[in-house]
């Protein structure tokens, strides 16, 4: 199990679901959990925040049923964070991001009441931001959430290419983190760029297509936590 508050020896290794088979979902994720996989992340996606559908809490559930001491990191790429996180924290949850982005507009403070909503629920919280979304954006929440989560592609969809501009944004945050908090990143990430990403201040990297798409998973694990 991931403990959010400890910063671990090589980067953790979450294999993104969204690149998984769904009709063999639940055999995809017990093989990646045998070959390394840190945790599971599970993408959530709204068809308005971003472009594309996903999955749904009764998936949560059915993974956390079948995989009862798996961690699973969800990501909610929703414009209502605050109606999906209390049915995935039920659902199961371990922890739960939502995107800055998705409290533009929204009252003042809102990512503190969401942050609190979280919590609550007994999971750790996490902030992510998009590529064109500066680090200052969310550096008012260092101290308050448990993870950033940078945002190297568009979200969306998986299997695009990295943006390499976002490094710079983790150098500038990563070392404004308290040792307790966690810095992710998702998109475009596998052995040939884990490296540059943990070099620049990442100790979570989520990997879709390079780690279902991977001939060999448990060497694409292996690959990318080596760096
Ligand atoms: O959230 C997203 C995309 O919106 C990611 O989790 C991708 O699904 C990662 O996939 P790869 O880029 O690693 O294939």
Redo the contacts with the bound molecule.
Sequence with gaps: MIDLSQKPAQPLVLP?I??ADFTTLGEDVADVLDKGADGI?V?IMDGHF?PNLSIGVPIMASLRKRFPDAYFDV?L?VTNPELFVQPFADAGADHITFHIEATAGRKENHEFDLIKQIKATGCTAGISFNPPTTAASVQHLVGHVEMFLAMS?H??????KFIPEVLDKIRELSPKLPDTARFEI????GPVNAGDVAAAGVDMI?????VFGAPDRAAAIAAIKAG
């Excluded at 998702?186 to 990430?189: E, K, R, T």
């Excluded at 989520?206 to 390079?210: C, E, I, K, N, Q």
């Design positions: 993104s969204l690149a992340h993408d971003v990501h790429m592609v979200p969306g969809f998986g299997g695009q998702d998109g475009g990430v989520v990997a879709g297509s390079a």
